[in-house]
C-alpha cells in the first residue's frame, strides 16, 4: 500500500511523470549543450564588448570607426544613429549579442531539466511541459544560419590574408582567426544538442523503475 501511494503521489507530479518518461542526455549531448552555451555567452559577447563601445579592438581605427557610426566611403563625418541615439554600428552589435545570449540560455536548455519542465518562476506554465516545437524551432533556424554563415568564413579569410590594401577591411586577420573557433563549435555545438533534444522528447514513454533509454 505504501508503494502504491508512493507511485500515484509521483503521478501527480508533472515534473516527476516527465522525468520517468524522458531520459537524459547522453555525455555527448551535455557536452555539445555547454560548448553551445560557452561560446556565445563568454566568447562571442565578450569579444564584442569593446566594439560595442566604439573601441576597434583587432580592427582597423578608420574603416571601423566609419561602420560603426554607419558611415561608408565618401559619405563624410556626418554619424548616422542606430535607435535611442546609439550609433549603428554599436545597435547592430548589441542586437547581435543579446540574441548570442538567447542562443546560449536556449542550447542549455536543450540539456537541463528546465527545457522539459517550465519552472517554478514562469506564471501559468510553471511545473507543465515545454512544448517541444518551442525549443527546437530557434535551434532549427539557429543552426541554419550559423552553418550557412560559417560556410562562408573560410572564403572571407582568404580573402583577408590576400588582400594587398588589408586598411580597406573593418576588421584584423587576427579577430577573423579569433572569431572563426568560437562560430565553428557553436555551429557544431547547437544543432547536436538539438538532436538529441529530438530524440530524446520524441514519443515519451514510461520506464521502468531503474531503466533509462538512451537518447
Known amino acids: ?3 502504491g501511494g508512493t507511485a500515484q503521489g509521483a503521478a501527480r507530479t508533472p515534473s516527476g511523470a516527465t522525468a520517468l518518461r524522458t531520459p537524459p542526455p547522453p555525455p555527448w549531448a551535455r557536452r555539445a549543450g555547454h560548448v553551445a552555451w560557452v561560446a556565445p555567452i563568454l ?5 564584442h564588448i569593446p ?3 566604439g573601441i576597434p579592438l583587432f580592427a582597423h581605427p578608420d574603416p571601423f570607426r566609419e561602420w560603426y557610426h554607419g558611415r561608408g566611403p565618401g559619405v563624410g563625418d556626418h554619424p548616422v544613429d542606430g535607435l535611442l541615439g546609439l550609433p549603428a554600428g554599436a545597435l547592430y552589435l548589441t542586437v547581435l549579442c543579446v540574441l548570442a545570449g538567447l542562443g546560449g540560455v ?5 540539456i537541463s531539466d528546465w527545457g522539459l519542465i517550465f519552472p517554478r518562476w ?3 506554465l510553471r511545473g507543465h511541459r515545454v512544448p517541444r ?5 530557434p535551434t532549427v533556424l539557429g543552426s541554419a544560419l550559423m552553418i550557412g554563415y560559417v560556410a562562408t568564413l573560410p572564403w572571407q579569410l582568404a580573402a583577408e590574408l590576400a588582400d594587398t590594401n588589408p586598411e580597406d577591411d573593418i576588421f584584423t586577420a587576427t579577430g577573423v582567426l579569433l572569431g ?3 562560430l565553428l563549435a557553436w555551429a557544431i555545438a547547437l544543432p547536436v544538442a538539438g538532436w538529441s533534444y529530438y530524440r530524446r522528447t520524441r514519443a515519451p514513454r514510461r520506464l521502468p523503475a531503474g531503466k533509462t533509454r538512451c537518447a
Open 1 to 3: 500500500m505504501r508503494r
Open 43 to 47: 566568447g562571442f559577447i565578450p569579444l
Open 51 to 53: 566594439w560595442i563601445l
Open 106 to 110: 536556449l542550447a542549455l536548455g536543450l
Open 122 to 124: 514562469i506564471p501559468v
Open 133 to 137: 516545437w518551442l525549443p527546437l524551432t
Open 180 to 182: 572563426l573557433p568560437l
